[in-house]
């Protein structure tokens, strides 16, 4: 049986969340917060529907797309007013898992092959309306996408007859027995539309109604049980926690029963407080959620590693590690190129905000944005002079130049690393 998923959607119209396709009522001003909200209460995915017409819109809602993507943990896909292969890039740049193409324009049909073959077929989704398009159109969606959304309800069991694509199901019924009958079809891997996507969905709860009726739900799934942990004297297990893109080590907490199976079930990272003695969900206060990647125990099942992906600071000090105090030896030999940069970067910030004379770094920011780029384009240019002398030393030391003044670039208009190394990993 193959797992399922809960997929809400978003209408975006003139940079507000809309209804539906054909139902321009905002449902809410706050298109970034509604989809952080579905990512909290549990959404597997999430599919995002450009509805503008002209190209001021559509970047306009490219824009949030990126700014959805950074406070999400689930995979996106979107699609939307796309004319060009240009559309799709810009989809899959804002950190889409897939973009998708609307099989009811003929543009979509010339488009597919070209930006299947640039992006890969795992980077394409396709809309279908009806399933006359995809009886017609069987080659081109077999050969150049690699998952299909149905706008409405049709006879599920002739599309799997068909087609081996997973399919999500986009349907405005408000049905609960008709959602977990678009469940249980086999070719279906997930279900999207009005009743997923309502403002008070409770995912993890309707994952449990799911359970119920025999339909197995995407969720992560312990392959040992708790009984089979050693625990410590108070019946708790520690666990070190780990940021799954540095491995910078976190925080460490400790689990009893309830949180190890909270953690699991919704995938957020859940302890047991010895102080307060009560389970506590980590960011439930302030913001700062950390969700699962990973759960791995020690040869001597009394100690978990968790890799997690960190929402802002670890630490309840605002610091990003809870393991920030040195007290034997020190870490200026760390050569993590990650901290290298950050170290850099916040340097270059401080002396925007603590001006020092006779600093390098504040003589460019004084001149401005023209000086800064004249900068970057001459120090990039230096590189591919290096590059033609066979001295590798020489072409260290232009990138080192080149990186700095491209650092100063990113704080004079407030790119971080952070931006940098997600926008590169979604790609």
Known sequence: MSYKRLTPCIFIDRGKAVKWFDDRNVVSDDVVGLAKKYCERGADELIVFDLSNSDEEHDESIDLMKKINRVISIPMTAGGNIRRAEDVKKILYAGAKRAM???????????IEEVSKRFGKERIAVSLNDFDALFKQQHLLEEYSSELIFMHRLDLNSVMNVTSIPCVVVTDTMDESEIL???KSDGVKGVSGMFISSADMD??????????????????????DFSEFKLNSDGLIPVIVQDYKTNEVLMMAYMNEEAFEHTVKTGRMTYFSRSRQSQWVKGETSGHFQYVKSLTIDCDKDTLLAKVEQVGAACHTGNRSCFYTTIVGADYDAKNPLQVFESVYDTIVDRRLH??????????????????????????????????NPNPEEIKYEICDFLYHAM??????GVTWEDITSELADR
């Open 101 to 111: 193409l609307n099989f009811s324009k003929k543009l979509s049909l010339d488009l």
């Open 408 to 413: 100063v670039l990113m704080v004079e208009r």
């Open 181 to 183: 009958r678009i469940l």
């Open 203 to 224: 995912f993890n709860r309707f994952k449990e109604i799911c359970a119920d009726a025999g339909i197995q739900m995407t969720s992560f799934e312990s392959l040992m």
């Open 355 to 388: 001006p020092k004379e006779g600093s390098y770094t504040n003589y460019l920011f004084d001149k401005g944005i023209d000086k800064i780029l004249k900068k970057v384009g001459e120090e990039a240019t230096e590189i591919v002079i290096a590059a033609k």
